[in-house]
């Protein structure tokens, strides 16, 4: 049996040069997220606020990560409805989430939610993530937790996501998975890069079986100062740049 490569006709030509730009990184972070292996299948997503609108780029159901590019990407208001032509579909589960974070924090450009198994390991411990590494001392300044409540098809749901995420850059999801936010590409991709770091080095810090060393709390309680000088005016945008021509390598096409 052959099986063909799938082929998205170019949508260039029918938005603008920065929609267009949205969509060549947002299609970048789903092969970032392939790579890395914290994609579950088809059934995760990363979503991103048009400028000026209150439309979202979401990816079409049914297409593997590593699959995804700028033209396949699907245009959606906060109701999840299309408003782009598209043959794809979207999972309405995913879209409570990330149309519910949209909207409670419009500062949120991006919306990066995985189910990394660390991350649901992590999520299903009822201390939660603990500082035992200098991953976590940037996460836990800045991370809520949302208890889980089935799979996210009620309404209902909607206000204790925005209470429970606040003003957070991360949340995680109990029994679920990780969510970072973020004003660009880069920093919510970083984020989570983080976060997931924390995650992995908990569960094999304690799968070790030693006596575990936390940071102590005055580290932690002047972390935010800590974090400002180790970036001395450089943010997430200085690692953009090496991952896309990761990327690149690796899973070349995204931008198509």
């Keep these: ?25 947002l299609a970048a972070m789903y092969r970032m997220v392939a790579m890395f292996g914290w994609d579950d299948l088809i059934f995760t997503h990363i979503t991103a606020k048009i400028p000026g609108t209150e439309h979202f780029l979401i990816n079409p159901y049914g297409v593997m990560f590593e699959e995804v590019t700028a033209s396949s990407l699907v245009k959606v208001n906060l109701h999840g409805e299309k408003v782009m032509e598209s043959e794809y579909d979207i999972i309405p589960a995913g879209f409570l989430i990330h149309s519910t974070v949209h909207a409670a924090r419009p500062d949120a450009h991006f919306v990066m939610h995985v189910h990394s198994i660390n991350g649901v390991a992590v999520s299903a411990q009822k201390e939660g993530l603990r500082p035992l590494s200098q991953q976590s001392m940037y996460v836990l ?4 937790y949302h208890d889980y409540e089935g ?3 009620k309404e209902a749901e909607r206000g204790t996501l925005a209470r429970d995420l606040g003003s957070n850059q991360y949340l995680m999801l109990r029994n679920h998975g990780l969510l970072t936010t973020g004003r660009s590409a880069a920093d919510a991709f970083l984020a989570m890069h983080k976060f997931e770091s924390a995650c992995m080095i908990q569960v094999r810090a304690q799968a070790g079986g030693g006596t575990l060393v936390a940071i102590p709390d005055w580290i932690l309680d002047d972390a935010p100062n800590q974090i400002a000088a180790g970036r001395r005016g450089r943010g997430p945008e200085v690692i953009w740049a090496p991952m896309m021509r990761r990327v690149a390598r690796h899973f070349p096409g995204f931008d198509e």
Aim: aromatic share 6%; hydrophobic share 45%; net charge negative.
């Design 1 to 25: 049996m052959t099986i063909e490569q799938l082929q998205f006709p170019s949508v260039k030509h029918l938005v603008s040069d920065e929609e267009w730009q949205l969509r060549v990184d």
């Design 141 to 144: 300044g800045s991370l809520g």
């Design 151 to 153: 799979i996210a098809l």
